[in-house]
């Protein structure tokens, strides 16, 4: 049986972490030997391995992290792009590492902030083993940001980056994609994979992957964790009026601009207006932290941080649809959460939300930051599935297409078919 060692920097921290610890868990599932190798990790887990258990060994990713930070510090135009850019000057050689050379296949996922650089990635290339990267943003092929926004200069060399605070034709950006041009030889045992179609389109187009097959697989996720819970029952659990309808947005920093809250906020003042009354029947519900919730047009729930799947679950089933009005991302595990606990989703044409959602069938996909079609979706949503067509088919969606072990069973034949090779 295939060997499978998943590298990422943390475990369950953030969307990419996620991701990477679900799907470890359902190529378990399916009979695979499946171990994720982290530099972070507070939890106990025989198949997650932390890199370095000492205090020291924390010290030292910590110390990497720092140091990248530091070192772009000069270069940022400001500090909202602080954690949207990784030049990957420091990381961690694990090409000797026990657990890499025992492996039959070397799963990249989320690498940044210390945990590898562009030459320890090098250095798993020179191990000539098959190698699976997913990207889960757009960094593997940038000059070193996340998400480009309107920017396309990573189809020729980068450069003149929107980031930066001098931005010139041979500035970081510029030498940070020679780096990786230089480095990451793309070989015959490599596979890159993309979480999106939108995702997978976009790297196609760029310099480095542009000669390369970059493969479509979505992201994993458990469905018998994941299901609806009767929307009386979760309401009245989390203390809410079961007679009401609640919008609900989770994002873990509720301020990001990628996030879009503040579409969220002129689409609200736009549905009340439309619907002067609706504030009689219609409330929301906010995961995460960081932004003032006083000023909404609607009673607002303010949740907080929530741990636990069991909690989330509960909070997906009580809402009557899920709203995302993100204006950068990828294959959102949120969307996924809420379609696999038969909540239908409002959210813009972005990324790979549409598809994802598919438009008044399981949910609505509004005009690209337009505050006023999303006000128009969410009133779509709200008064056309009273018999619960929405909801049966945002669970049907994700059955079909994002279950466990069909996203393993697809990786499987991906892993064989480069172990064979």
Not at 336 to 346: D, I, N, R, S, Y
Request: proline share 5%; with cysteine.
């Amino acid at each position: 049986m295939v060997k499978v060692l998943h590298i990422n920097t943390f475990h369950r921290a953030g969307g990419a972490s996620l991701a990477a610890s679900r799907l470890n868990n359902a190529l378990n599932a399916v009979g695979l030997e499946s171990n994720m190798l982290v530099a972070h990790y507070d939890g106990h887990k025989d198949d997650v391995v932390r890199i370095a258990d000492s205090r020291w060994g924390k010290m030292r990713f910590w110390f990497r992290f720092i140091l990248e930070r530091l070192y772009f510090l000069p270069f940022e135009k400001d500090k909202s792009v602080r954690y949207a850019f990784s030049p990957a000057i420091s990381g961690m050689d694990l090409s000797n590492h026990p657990m890499v050379l025992q492996a039959d296949v070397i799963h990249l996922h989320w690498v940044n902030f210390g945990m590898l650089s562009i030459e320890n990635i090098q250095d798993l290339l020179a191990l000539n083993k098959p190698i699976v990267w997913t990207m889960h943003d757009m960094w593997a092929f940038t000059g070193g940001c996340h998400y480009s926004g309107n920017c396309r200069r990573y189809e020729q060399n980068c450069g003149k980056c929107p980031f930066l605070k001098n931005p010139h034709e041979n500035d970081l950006s510029f030498k940070t994609l020679e780096r990786k041009k230089e480095s990451w030889l793309i070989h015959q045992k490599m596979a890159i994979v993309a979480c999106s179609a939108w995702l997978a389109g976009v790297a196609r187009t760029s310099r480095l992957f542009q000669q390369t097959s970059v493969i479509n697989i979505p992201n994993p996720i458990n469905t018998n964790t994941f299901k609806p819970i009767e929307k009386p029952a979760a309401r009245t659990e989390l203390g809410l009026n079961p007679e009401k309808s609640y919008i609900l947005f989770a994002a873990a920093k509720v301020d990001s601009k990628l996030k879009g809250f503040s579409y969220l906020k002129e689409a609200l003042s736009i549905l009340q207006s439309m619907k002067p009354h609706i504030g009689e029947r219609l409330e929301l519900l906010v995961t995460g932290g960081g932004e003032s919730l006083d000023d909404l047009p609607l009673v607002t729930h303010n949740l907080g941080f929530v741990k636990g799947e069991e909690k989330m679950v509960k909070i997906y089933s009580a809402a009557t649809l899920f709203v995302i009005p993100s204006v950068e991302d990828n294959l959102p595990n949120t969307v996924m959460e809420a379609l696999a606990c038969g909540t239908p989703v409002a959210g813009f044409r972005t990324g790979g939300i549409p598809e994802m959602v598919d438009h008044q069938t399981n949910g609505f996909i509004a005009d690209y930051k337009d505050p006023l079609s999303l006000a128009k979706g969410i009133l779509w949503i709200l008064e056309n599935d009273p018999e619960g067509s929405l909801a049966s088919a945002a669970r049907e969606k994700v059955l079909k297409e994002y279950a466990e072990s069909v996203i393993a069973n697809r990786y499987l034949e991906l892993y064989q078919r480069l172990v064979s090779s």
